[in-house]
């Protein structure tokens, strides 16, 4: 796209970078937004507070305690910002790492767009170390991503959990470096769980789509559904436990006004008193999947059939200014 416009490529890369990202900003904090109370429900059911019979029911009692609008009302300032920056650092942080590892390791970036619908590539197979580059690549970069992604949105993700007035006391208790408290209570869970939804959006659904999935059946539509359903069925399987982890850690950190989080003590104390049940039932893996599939599940059709129908019009945009800029 940058020889068709005239446009160097080290001017062209950072703006369809900063496109992508600001269109899967926008997209997060309009979806996560719209499913709060799907939000409220699940960190609900992944905390110490629901237990026993009817934990659906008991979080659905506790989301809408305060009446219809009380999902909504822990939403601040913070929030919004939070998710369209979680949303669009994810985006930015992926092709960023993911192309810079590309590049710093001599292999191929990601599958991407229209890439995903061409047939899969039948070239010798590469060497032994172009493989292991690759999947070192392929390992590095979502984990980076997932790091940075939880650093942007974990602290807002708490304080959205506990409530904005308990969060200050609390924050206030732990008396934590500006650092610290920028990360939030429950950052590794956090993380861990981050790592895993960007590689179930990022690179296995793309990646097993553009290889596997038949050609004859590639559409619009049936990338639609695959992510969903990879969201659904592998995506939040693993990612629940973190969920969970993550919930009943804020639970602990909470006891007596505040304190740090000791994990294993957190996993010791949820497979006393729930057993397994503590880290992942089908009732927390449902909640999870209400939660997060219309926002997560939807994201690989979006940021591959949506957001490069934008492109060349943006990209001319850029060119005009681009080029006026030149000239002046």
């Known amino acids: 796209m940058a020889d068709e416009f005239g446009v160097p490529l080290s001017a062209a890369a950072p703006f369809m970078v900063a496109y992508r990202s600001f269109g899967i900003g926008i997209f997060g904090v309009f979806m996560r937004y719209a499913g709060m109370p799907l939000e ?61 590892l590309a590049k710093l390791m001599g292999v191929q970036p990601m599958y991407y767009g229209p890439e995903l619908m061409e047939p899969a590539s039948r070239a010798p197979a590469p060497s032994m170390a172009h493989t292991a580059a690759t999947v070192a690549k392929t390992v590095a970069a979502p984990v980076l991503s997932g790091c940075l992604e939880s650093g942007v949105a974990n602290r807002a993700e708490a304080q959205r959990f506990f409530g904005r007035d308990q969060f200050t006391k609390i924050e206030t208790k732990l008396n934590w470096s500006a650092a610290w408290r ?33 050609q004859e059946k590639k559409s619009t539509t049936s990338l639609f559904w695959y992510g969903l359903g990879m969201n659904i069925f592998m995506g939040n399987v693993i990612a629940i436990t973190q969920q969970a982890l993550w919930g009943r850690s804020l639970d602990y950190c909470a006891v007596g006004g505040g304190r740090n989080i ?48 934008g492109e060349r019009p943006a990209f001319r945009l850029f060119t005009l200014a681009h080029n006026l800029g030149g000239k002046s």
């Open 40 to 100: 409220k429900i699940a960190l609900y059911m992944n905390s110490s507070q629901v237990t026993g019979k009817n934990p659906f029911q008991q979080a659905a009692r506790l989301t809408f305690a305060g009446g219809a609008l009380t999902p909504w009302r822990v939403v601040g300032p913070a929030s919004i910002a939070a998710w369209f920056f979680q949303y669009s650092v994810m985006g930015f942080a992926f092709q960023f790492f993911d192309n810079a």
């Open 262 to 309: 000791v994990y294993s003590q957190v996993v010791r104390d949820g497979l006393k008193a729930d057993g397994l049940a503590a880290f992942f039932t089908p009732g927390k893996w449902f909640s999870r999947v209400l939660m997060n599939a219309p926002a997560q599940g939807v994201l690989p059709w979006f940021y591959n059939e949506v957001l490069p129908l």
């Open 182 to 214: 920028q990360l939030g209570p429950g950052f590794g869970a956090n993380a861990a769980r981050n790592i895993v939804m960007c590689n179930t959006t990022f690179v296995i659904t793309p990646f097993t789509y553009k290889l596997y999935f038949p």
